[in-house]
């Protein structure tokens, strides 16, 4: 096992992650909406293919039909357009199979005198049909014969009994596409019309109001006994036409006339005075004639019908009625982003108009329809443009209609549906983008975000969702907070402890009663602007620990703001056996205990934050020295005998531990232990042998605090075999009682596989806290490629619950000679002396180790080592270890290497060594060298085999053998925790080898060694 000073060392393995990264598409918007119903909202339906296709809405409208039409009972043609039911409709002609035949026509004796006329079958080609009869108050249509000339117009009433007359230059006949149809062919509802009227017929599918003055009457008014005529912005000109039925003799004379010739002119038959003379009389004593209303300006105007019997000089019957011509839609209206949350809606003027009406239609999802809404009314008409909150990423259109303003009431055309699609605007206005938030911490309990100002916002909405541990959400977003208002850019949330959450501000806007936001997503994109922050647990920190009195001891901390109470724990032992010696109030900052002089107590203090939890200060060591000793006996060591032990020298071989008070020795003797007790005056008490036959291999030993012994022995694997237990750890209690052992077998591995042979070129260290016991040696490998069995360190955890072993390994050192290891406050800390990789002493440390919290694994080369990587003679040695609440503690003797003493740096073996401390920093690893001896390395006299025992947190005491001139000698020095010499002594009448670690207790330092005269003997110090 010894002869692989030449064997090569297999350089580490480094392992490439590949990241593969899934480009996903940018998310789409969405919006979180209140429900509220606004009342000026107007619905119509629209036709399907008119309909625009939203990005987002939930129902798919496109070539459906649409609520209100299904309700109708209606049908659309083939262009979305609604056709009246057949069975309903009363516009529609009759088909050619409903007209009367010849036979059911009356005989020339029953027509009367003045319109005798012959026909034959008549058809009703050419004639308009009922859906160009009854449009939706479009333009009558012109109907052209074969060579293009325009026929003579024809007007179907909307009245249900309506007569279908149509007029002809003849007298005699009526001539449609040279058919002739006669009176004998009129219905019998027509003939039987006898009342002497002048009827009004508009094109309004409603027969509206009725007027009537003697024998005039005039019907299809609107609401209020007027006429509404649509002026087109477009062409200039509108106009509404009507039919006038009238019963009188030949020769009487209808009149009619306009008020305001600017806003409405009469067309009478293309006669300029609005008069007309009766010249024939129809079969039941009325005529049919058309005129038309032109549009000619805006505003209001009265026409006037007058009727004067024939013979007469006066007017008979009088009737007057009121039109008003309104403006249809302004076209050319036009729509930009005006800021975050309003589109700027801009028209051209109309001269004429009152005013304007602006109206936004959008969907409604859960209406599942489009809707109207009007959004303001302008009366100033020199304003043409208009900004108005709009909905985020919602398809929206605008139209402007101008109105004008008679009698006190509005007129405009209907704002529907057709207008706005026709007419209108369209323009989406999307999500302003949302600013990366900033968290910190506010209060134990709480976080504070910040983010950079959206402009012209309702304010904005917060939500978090928890992280994995890659820093992405996992999970639903959920709301923690709203901000009202654009100009605050921040807010504090609660928060759990360490929990780590991804935090998003998202702008959000009202528009009608509904909250617009673009809500966040647990998927991960690459414009993510989430913030990932766990809020910090609080510290709770003991600021020190002092003599209060001659048997007491004060511990001071910080009165931390939220906390209800603190409790104050203590115990003799660092990572274990604390019991609470006091409860406190919040406002409480210290608390003061007896305390025996002598022995070294440690304080924990935690402070309690209600439901929030508790937090647990790093422990602090404290102690009250004894009465300095004076003159020779503060340098003289007692010593006593110690029977049995027959050899030293292997660092593995000798181990003191304290118990009761008292101190132990234990030693190995063949397959066997001998422990050995004595009291505080180095008298033994005690004697006893344990064997551990069975095993090849000696490992070490290990009293934990919990007051157990462990044995740990092994075996070689020489046949690799991978499932051979080759270390053993062997737990026996107090008294030696034996009980479970821990197996760890040959496949266990630390970067390469295999234990050929345990703890092989290296030491076994091990430390515990709670039940965790960790091991840390050296073993060589299996063998590799080359051919032989390179040396690595390797780790285990040891459950001493149920000795259950696992590989655990938190640092890679290859060749490793010496290891140390120590918990401080549920951090792991473990120490190799490499030769290759590295070449140095490294220190390596895991926060919260074992638990479901722990950090990354974090290392140092706290002392580098010259020379080549796998030679085997570095010059320097790992003798120490202890950790301190700020700082961690190596020490060992070395050759100058590359920090130089008094001027010298090498590593030659011819060199003298000196006493080095590296002092690292637990919070950054800041790692400083300090020489705590400065003898010439050229010189004649060096240092070997140094111990460092803890005293306190403050307090290290350090043992080490100084050479000079071919004698030893012993020396003796305390050091702060940053190492500051305290104080500095020479021990006499007493040695110190490698073979054993001191200890303290009870206010003075132990070990076990081999005097001048190699006798065996327990050497006692005062500490401090």
């Not at 950079?452 to 904005?460: D, E, I, L």
């Not at 990789?837 to 080369?861: C, F, H, I």
Request: proline letters at 4%; aromatic letters at 10%; hydrophobic letters at 35%.
């Amino acid at each position: 096992m010894r002869n692989q000073a030449g064997r090569r060392v297999v350089a580490a393995v480094t392992t490439i992650v590949l990241s593969l990264q899934l480009a996903l598409p940018a998310p789409r918007a969405m919006a979180e909406v209140e429900d509220a119903t606004d009342a000026g909202a107007l619905a119509q339906t629209v036709p399907a293919e008119t309909l625009p296709v939203v990005e987002g809405n939930a129902a798919v409208t496109e070539g459906l039909p649409l609520e209100d039409e299904a309700a109708s009972g209606e049908t659309t043609s083939g262009d979305g357009i609604p056709v009246p039911d057949e069975t309903t409709a009363q516009n529609v002609l009759p088909s050619e199979d409903e007209l009367p035949s010849k036979d059911e026509l009356p005989s020339e004796d029953e027509l009367p005198d003045e319109a005798e006329a012959t026909v034959d079958d008549a058809t009703v080609d050419g004639l308009p049909t009922g859906d160009e009869a009854a449009g939706d108050e479009a333009a009558r249509s012109e109907v052209t014969d074969e060579e293009g000339a325009p026929e003579e117009e024809a007007s179907l009433t909307s009245e249900p009994d309506a007569t279908l007359a149509l007029e002809s230059e003849s007298a005699d006949a009526l001539t449609v596409e040279d058919e002739v149809l006669d009176s004998s062919q009129m219905s019998a509802v027509e003939r039987a019309d006898a009342t002497e009227s002048l009827t009004l017929v508009t094109q309004s599918s409603d027969e509206g109001s009725s007027i009537t003055s003697g024998a005039i009457t005039v019907s299809g008014l609107d609401e209020g006994n007027v006429l509404a005529v649509e002026r087109s912005t477009e062409n200039g000109t509108g106009s509404r036409s009507f039919d006038l039925k009238v019963r009188g003799e030949v020769g009487s004379k209808v009149r009619i006339t306009s008020s305001n010739t600017k806003v409405a002119a009469v067309d009478f038959e293309g006669t300029q005075d609005g008069c007309y003379q009766i010249d024939y009389e129809s079969y039941d004593g009325s005529y049919w004639f058309y005129s038309t209303i032109n549009a000619k300006g805006l505003g209001s105007a009265t026409i006037t019908i007058t009727y004067t019997p024939k013979g007469s000089t006066a007017a008979s019957s009088t009737l007057a009625f009121k039109v008003i011509c309104y403006p249809d839609v302004v076209k050319g209206t036009a729509v930009k982003k005006a800021t975050n949350t309003k589109v700027n809606v801009s028209w051209t003027s109309l001269a004429g108009v009152s005013g304007y009406k602006v109206y936004r239609s959008q969907y409604d999802d859960k209406a599942q329809k489009y809707v109207l809404k009007l959004l303001a009314t302008r009366t100033n008409t020199q304003e043409t443009s208009l900004s108005v909150l709009a909905p985020w990423g919602e398809y929206c259109t605008y139209v402007v209609l101008p109105f004008v303003n008679v009698d006190g009431k509005q007129y405009s055309c209907d704002a529907t549906e057709y207008y706005v699609y026709s007419n209108g605007s369209s323009f989406t206005l999307d999500y302003p983008k949302a600013s990366k938030p900033t968290a910190k911490r506010a209060t134990y309990n709480k976080v504070r975000l910040t983010w950079n100002k959206t402009s012209s916002v309702t304010g904005y909405k917060v939500y978090r969702a928890k992280a994995d541990e890659w820093g992405y959400a996992n999970g639903e977003y959920k709301l923690v907070s709203t901000v009202k208002g654009d100009a605050t850019t921040s807010t504090t949330v609660g928060a759990a402890w360490k929990a780590s959450y991804c935090y998003a501000v998202r702008p959000y806007s009202v528009v009608d009663g509904k909250t617009y936001v673009m809500l966040p997503t647990a998927e991960w994109y690459s414009d993510s602007v989430e913030t990932v922050y766990a809020l910090p647990k609080p510290t709770v920190r003991i600021k020190s620990v002092i003599k209060a009195s001659a048997k007491k001891l004060k511990v001071s901390w910080k009165a931390y703001k939220g906390a209800t109470a603190y409790r104050v724990y203590r115990s003799t032992i660092e990572n274990s056996g604390y019991s609470c010696i006091a409860k406190l109030k919040g406002s409480a900052g210290s608390y003061t205990c007896k305390a025996t002089p002598g022995t070294i107590y440690y304080f924990k203090v935690i402070a309690v934050y209600g439901k929030a939890g508790e937090v647990k200060s790093a422990s602090v060591a404290q102690q009250i020295p004894l009465t300095p000793a004076k003159g020779n006996n503060a340098a003289k060591a007692k010593k006593a005998s110690i029977a049995g032990l027959s050899y030293w020298g292997d660092a593995r071989d000798t181990y003191t531990y304290t118990q009761g008070g008292k101190t132990y020795v234990v030693y190995l003797k063949g397959s066997s232990i001998v422990v050995v007790g004595y009291d505080k005056n180095c008298k033994r008490v005690s004697k006893k042998k344990i064997s551990f036959g069975g095993c090849d291999v000696w490992g070490g030993f290990y009293h934990g605090p919990d007051n157990n012994n462990y044995v740990i022995t092994g075996s070689p694997n020489y046949k690799e075999s991978k499932k051979k237990v080759v270390i053993r750890v062997t737990k026996y209690s107090s008294k030696w009682k034996k009980g479970k052992t821990a197996t760890i077998k040959g496949g266990a591995s630390n970067s390469f596989t295999g234990i050929y042979e345990p703890f092989s070129w290296s030491s076994v260290a091990l430390d515990m806290q709670g039940p965790t016991l960790y091991l840390m040696t050296g073993r060589t490998m299996f063998q590799t490629d080359d051919g032989l069995h390179h040396q690595s360190n390797i780790g285990f955890k040891i459950d001493t619950k149920t000795m259950k072993a696992t590989v655990s390994n938190i640092s890679y050192a290859s060749h490793s000679f010496g290891q140390l290891v120590r918990f401080k406050d549920g951090t792991l800390y473990v120490a190799d002396h490499g030769d290759a990789y590295p070449r140095a002493m490294q220190l390596t440390w895991q926060e919260g180790y074992g638990t479901k919290q722990a950090g990354d694994t974090m290392s140092v080369n706290a002392f580098e080592i010259m020379g080549d990587a796998g030679n085997n003679y570095t010059g320097a040695s790992l003798d120490g270890m202890e950790v301190s609440n700020s700082t961690v503690l190596m020490c060992g003797t070395s050759v100058p290497q590359g920090y130089g003493v008094k001027g010298v740096k090498g590593d030659s073996w011819e060199l003298q060594s000196n006493l080095y401390l590296t002092v690292t920093d637990r919070a950054s690893g800041k790692t400083a060298v300090k020489w705590l001896t400065q003898y010439s390395p050229k010189g004649k006299s060096g240092v070997s085999n140094a111990k460092m025992v803890k005293l306190s947190d403050s307090r290290f005491g350090i043992l080490y053998t100084v050479t000079k001139d071919g004698k030893n000698s012993l020396h003796y020095r305390v050091i702060t925790a940053n190492g500051k010499k305290v104080l500095t002594r020479t021990i006499k009448g007493a040695t110190l080898y490698d073979a054993t670690q001191p200890v303290y207790v009870g206010g003075r330092i132990m070990w076990a060694a081999a005097d001048a005269n190699y006798k065996p003997r327990v050497y006692s110090i005062q500490a401090l």
